[in-house]
Structure formats: C-alpha cells, structure tokens
C-alpha cells in the first residue's frame, strides 16, 4: 500500500518571473483508488502531473510531495530496509529516482522512437527502474563493501567470456513472457511487441502502449494525463480496461486526469477532484463528475470563490 501526499504544493514556470500556476494543491492518492483530476483548459492539470514527475520546467516555491511505502511495496529489495526507506520527499529526488520509487507519469503526446521496438524499449525500462532501486535502497554499509570487493577484484583478470554482469536484470525470454501476459490482458495484438516505438502508430494505439508500460512497470502511483484524448469509442474502451487493470490486478493507485467525463463511465473514480486556477477547488464522488458533464465549471467557480 503506498500513498501519495501532495501538501500545499506551490509551483511556477522555471524562468525569470515565471507564472505562478500552482497555487497550493492538496491531495491523496492511495494504491487501490483512482482519482478523476479534472478542471477547465489552463487550470493547472498538466502542470501538476509534470511537477509529480519532476519537470524541470517548473519550479516548486512551495509545498510538500510525500511518498510513503510499505513493507510489500519493498518486497522486491535485497538489503536491510530502515524505516526511513519507506517515506520519501519527492521534491529531493531526480525523475528517474521519483520513477524507480513507483511514480509513472503517462504523457498526452507520447514520443515516436524509429529502430527501437516496443519490446526492447520496455525491457530497459523495467531494468532501468530496477537498477536505480538498488541504488536508491542501497545503504552505506553497503557501499563499502563493494569498494573493496572491487579492490580485491582489481587483483586478478577477469576472464574475457565473461561479459558484463547483468545483476538482478530481467532476461529476454522472461521479460517477453512477462510481456505477452499483459498485452494479453490489455487485449493488445502479439506482433505490436516488434513494432518500433510509436513510429506509425495511430493517437489510440500510443496511448494503448502508454497503458502496457505502465502494466509492465507495476507503479505504486500512475499519472495519466488526458490519455483520453482524441481515441474513439473502441479504443477508449481497451484503454480504459487496461486503466482498470492496472488497479484490479496490481493495485495501482491512479490519477486520471481529463477533460471530458467521457472515460469515467469506463473508469470508474473513487474520487473527482476538480482544479481552477492552480488549486483543488472541490472535491467529491463519481456524482460530481456527472454535475459537471451537465453544467460545467462556473458553478464550481460561484459556490468556491463567489464569481463566475
Ligand atoms: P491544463 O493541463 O489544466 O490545461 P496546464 O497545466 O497545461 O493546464 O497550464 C496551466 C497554465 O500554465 C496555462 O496558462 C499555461 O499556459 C501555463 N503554463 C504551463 N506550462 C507552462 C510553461 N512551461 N511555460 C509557460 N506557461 C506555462
Ligand atoms: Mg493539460
């Protein structure tokens, strides 16, 4: 069970006078939930998912981005875990850190990578997030010991046949078996594997792809960022059970954000937050999704700021 506590985070554009856009945002994402973040173009939506992230387009002037961990979310680490390595500051981290913790931001436009295949890009990334664990978890002791186990190491050669280690990696027919359950799972064609990365695919397969990294990925917290833009009734549907499954099968927390209330009738929120001006300015059930559909934002704007 992990959470995700933002406290009266702060953040502006990082550049000389840059615009104040959030201005004191407050929520709780737990595994096991998902939250519908939604709010009129402009409010500060994207920005909070990139400032999650760690963008570095922005800068935080103030506020906090906890996350804490339990024992299961740290199953996966081979070193004597203290109580501090389940709480940590998100502000402190670099993305990569904040990605290997659990965050996965999914973008609105994901990028097109031509000579690089769906699987080998998913492999690395799994590994990747796996090694800046290790790293992240490693203690000090630790540290130590492995300089002078390269000491004694710097002793004798190593035998040229031996390659470079590949500790705790993710082998090819492991990940692959791994990777045709979930694309199973998200009802997504076997031969989508060696396609090359989003080169040619069309706005709802992307946003499909963004969903099976996520499922490849097992993060504490997804940040999904209008992936229901521009998909058709078809595609919307397989995305929002892939959104639905990384909750039912892996207890991903999940942060949806939209504009329209279109995909919450497939993806069903726990919660519906609704941001105005950089702030969290109402809160509430599935119901207040549906309020809006008929009648928009300026109500919400009237009842919380008195003007429209
Ligand atoms: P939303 O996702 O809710 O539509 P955004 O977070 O994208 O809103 O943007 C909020 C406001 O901040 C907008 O007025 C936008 O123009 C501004 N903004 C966001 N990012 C930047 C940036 N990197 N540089 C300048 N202005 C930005
Ligand atoms: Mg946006």
Redesign the pocket.
Same mark, same amino acid.
């Not at 709010?39 to 990139?50: E, I, W």
């Given at each position: 069970m992990a959470t995700l506590e933002i406290e009266n985070l702060q953040a502006a554009? !990082?550049?000389e006078d840059?615009?104040q856009?959030l201005e004191g945002v407050n929520l709780e994402v737990k595994s096991n939930e998902i939250h519908a973040l939604m709010?009129?173009?402009?409010?500060?939506?994207?920005?909070?998912?990139?400032v999650i992230a760690g963008h570095p !387009?922005?800068e935080v002037n103030g506020g906090s981005i906890a996350l804490h961990l339990d024992d299961q979310d740290v199953a996966d680490i081979d070193e004597d875990l203290e109580e501090d390595d389940l709480h940590w500051e998100l502000l402190e981290l670099e993305p990569n850190e904040r990605a290997a913790l659990g965050i996965f931001l999914g973008f609105q436009y994901p990028k097109e990578i031509e000579g690089v295949t769906v699987t080998n890009f998913l492999r690395q990334a799994l590994n990747a997030k796996a090694d800046e664990r290790e790293e992240l978890f490693e203690d000090e002791e630790d540290d130590e010991e492995q300089e002078a186990d390269a000491e004694d190491e710097a002793g004798y050669d190593s035998s040229p046949m031996e390659g470079p280690s590949d500790d705790g990696e993710i082998g090819v027919a492991e990940f692959q078996q791994r990777l045709q359950e979930q694309m199973q799972l998200l009802d997504i064609d076997g031969e989508y594997a060696q396609r090359y990365l989003n080169a040619g695919f069309s706005g709802g397969e992307k946003k499909q792809n963004e969903v099976l990294q996520a499922a490849v990925l097992e993060p504490a917290v997804a940040v999904l960022?209008?992936i229901d833009s521009g998909l058709d009734i078809d595609r919307l549907q397989d995305v929002s059970e892939g959104i639905n499954a990384l909750r039912d099968e892996q207890g991903t927390g999940v942060l949806q954000?939209t504009?329209y209330q279109r995909i919450l009738e497939y993806v069903e929120p726990d919660y519906v937050h609704v941001?105005i001006d950089?702030e969290i300015a109402k809160s509430g059930g599935a119901e207040l999704a549906n309020r809006l559909e008929d009648d928009g934002y300026d109500w919400v704007r009237e009842e919380v700021y008195g003007t429209a």
């Open positions: 554009v !990082a550049e840059g615009e856009i709010g009129p173009n402009g409010s500060g939506k994207s920005t909070l998912a990139k !387009a922005y960022d209008e954000i504009h941001m950089g």
